[in-house]
C-alpha cells in the first residue's frame, strides 16, 4: 500500500485547506486512514480517520467541528478540509494506513506529509 499526501501550503488565520491522501497499491483492507501531524519540536498529534470499510470518522476532540475528513471511494483518495486554521495549526501533515488495534506495528504504512503554515 502507498499513500501520497498533497495539498499543503501557507493560508492566513481563519483560511482553508483541503489536504488529499491518494491511496494505492493493493487493494487496502484495513481498518482506517488515518491522518496525524507534527509541529516542529513537538510530538505526533493525531487528527482523525476514516473507516475504511463503512466510512465512519472520528477526531482529535480538539479539531472537532473546524476538521473533516471525507473521501472519494472511486479514487481511493481521503481528504482532510481544514476550516478556521490557525497559526497553531502549522504543521507537517501526514496520512497513514492503521491496520487496527491489533496489528503490530499499527501504523505500517505512511504518506510522506505535506506541509501547512497558517500565518498570523
Known amino acids: 500500500v502507498q499513500l501520497q499526501a498533497s495539498g499543503g501550503g501557507t493560508v492566513q488565520t481563519g483560511g482553508s485547506l483541503r489536504l488529499s491522501c491518494a491511496v494505492s497499491?493493493?487493494?487496502?483492507?484495513?481498518?482506517?486512514i488515518v491522518w496525524f501531524r507534527q509541529a516542529p519540536g513537538k510530538e505526533r498529534e493525531f487528527v482523525g480517520g476514516i473507516r475504511w470499510s463503512e466510512g465512519s470518522t472520528y477526531y482529535a476532540n480538539s479539531l472537532k467541528g473546524r476538521f473533516t475528513i471525507s473521501r472519494d471511494s472511486a479514487k481511493n483518495t481521503v481528504f482532510l478540509q481544514m476550516n478556521s486554521l490557525k497559526p497553531e495549526d502549522t504543521a507537517v501533515y501526514l496520512c497513514?494506513?492503521?491496520?487496527?488495534?491489533?496489528?503490530?506495528?499499527?501504523?505500517?504504512?505512511w504518506g510522506q506529509g505535506t506541509q501547512v503554515t497558517v500565518s498570523s
Open positions: 497499491g493493493r487493494t487496502f483492507s484495513g481498518y482506517a
Open positions: 497513514a494506513a492503521d491496520l487496527g488495534p491489533r496489528a503490530s506495528p499499527r501504523f505500517n504504512y
